[in-house]
């Protein structure tokens, strides 16, 4: 592990770029996609946790103080908003896997993406990485947005602009489905903080039985996309 946390930065953030704005990437699924309406949040970097209903929070594990996470959807796009003191550190990076499809066969441990020397390992084999940190672009490129496996989880598959609250302490951000297979109706999900100081390289597990420091990455939800959005109503694996 790295000491210098802007060296990380700029290492990391050796990626491959689409040559598209975000924009390109946003539409609606088609009218026969089963993904449920859920429901629409306004995100805009203030006051964005309080802003989805209790039943969407999530219960963090290695949390710091003052942590909170929550998920919601619609049929256009994924709502993530992630609350760490992490944050205060310009590039300490919230990453979500994800592993999406019209329906998930028997899971595969695998590993996830390398960020300051630490690479996680996942109890499934993610389709998807969404990535965010407080500073994207350390003078290299972006960081934030959707990364998928091919070359080791270094390239950019979409740019997109996490929401930063006035505090540091809050991130959000709005996903496309269509970037994300285009109508998935199921999904695997594991997240995490990646804090990079010794004996806590790891916060802010979701779910808290998620274990990416040991193989094969210990617990994830198992999401139906066309029922309900509250959590109690997902799969802990």
């Known amino acids: ?23 390109a990437f946003v539409r609606a699924p088609d009218a026969g996609c089963a993904i449920s309406e859920g429901m629409t949040l306004a995100l805009d970097g203030s006051g964005d946790e309080g802003k989805y209903p209790d039943g969407q929070h999530i219960a963090l594990g290695a949390v710091m103080g003052g942590d909170d996470a929550a998920i919601a959807w619609d049929r256009e796009q994924l709502y993530i908003t992630v609350t760490s003191p992490a944050f205060t550190g310009a590039y300490e990076p919230l990453h979500v ?26 109890a499934f084999t993610p389709t998807h990485l969404i990535a965010a940190r407080r500073v994207s672009d350390s003078g290299t490129g972006a960081y934030d947005g959707v990364y998928t496996p091919a070359s080791t ?46 004996g806590n390289e790891w916060k802010d597990l979701a779910p808290s039985t998620s274990t990416p420091w040991q193989a094969p990455g210990g617990g994830y939800y198992e999401i139906d996309l066309t029922g309900a959005t509250p959590i109690a109503g997902w799969s802990l694996r």
């Open 1 to 23: 592990m790295k000491a210098d946390a802007t060296a990380d930065a700029e290492a990391v953030d050796a990626v491959r770029h689409v040559d598209a704005s975000p924009d």
């Open 97 to 122: 896997y994800l592993e999406t499809g019209t329906g998930l066969g028997t899971p595969v441990p695998s590993q996830g993406k390398e960020y300051s020397g630490l690479v996680p390992q996942l």
């Open 153 to 198: 989880w270094t390239t950019l598959a979409m740019p997109l602009a996490a929401l930063v609250s006035s505090d540091q302490h809050t991130l959000s951000m709005t996903v496309p489905w269509s970037v994300l297979g285009g109508c998935p109706t199921h999904l695997r999900l594991a997240a995490h903080v990646v804090h990079a100081q010794s």
